[in-house]
């Protein structure tokens, strides 16, 4: 009996063991195909929302490029710049006459055009503001006719004459420059530029020498929209 019941203890088991790991199983099973549907869905999704976007792109180029303003005086050795020709031997009521070309070379306007004069070495020539050289300035509308023989040029006008600075002593600072045509871009002004030795200059004034130094500047127009 004991040996019988063994027996079927044993059976009744083994029938437990057929019946449990089946359901576990399938039910394990159809937990796992929820899952992967679930993961596969998610990843669908999240590829739409990656992949699946409308875009537009367009464009445009601008260049952009600046200015020059530049002045220049007229090539030397010739009427068109004569301010390199020295004057020696100067006695109380001489002039000396120069002629120049001021030539706006630049692609802008300008709203001014100055000179500033100095003088290294310097003397009563041009220290003295009564009796050292006075200058005077003028332009003509066309080239200015050259005669006389070096130094000693003489210059006269066939064209208009008009006022570029009127007398001023030799040394000045930033004159303003008027009736000028070369504020405008291209243009170029026949300058003849005139100094005198006055009548009224004393003895200290005798056997000095100054070098005169013309430097002539071009300030841009005004700022505009472009």
Excluded at 108 to 122: D, E, F, H, K, M
């Amino acid at each position: 009996m004991s040996t019988h019941a063994l027996s079927m203890t044993g059976a009744h088991s083994q029938g437990r063991g057929r019946h449990g790991p089946s359901s576990d199983g399938r039910g394990r099973g159809r937990k796992l195909l929820w899952t992967l549907a679930a993961l596969g869905a998610a990843a669908g999704i999240a590829g739409l929302g990656t992949y699946a976007t409308f875009t537009s792109t367009t464009s445009a180029t601008q260049t952009a490029t600046s200015g020059t303003v530049t002045i220049a005086l007229g090539a030397t050795g010739a009427s068109t710049n004569r301010l390199t020709v020295n004057a020696t031997g100067l006695v109380p009521g001489d002039t000396v006459q120069r002629s120049v070309d001021l030539i706006d070379s630049g692609n802008q306007s300008l709203a001014s055009i100055t000179l500033t004069t100095a003088a290294s070495p310097s003397s009563l020539l041009d220290t003295d503001a009564t009796h050292g050289l006075q200058m005077v300035i003028d332009r003509c509308s066309v080239a200015w006719t050259e005669a006389g023989t070096s130094p000693a040029f003489t210059y006269t006008c066939s064209g208009t004459t008009s006022s570029v600075v009127a007398s001023t002593p030799i040394i000045g600072s930033n004159t303003a420059l008027s009736n000028l045509t070369a504020t405008t871009a291209g243009n170029t002004d026949h300058l003849r530029v005139t100094l005198t030795f006055p009548s009224s200059a004393g003895n200290t004034l005798q056997g000095l020498s100054s070098t005169i130094t013309y430097t002539f500047t071009g300030t841009q127009r005004a700022a505009t929209n472009q």
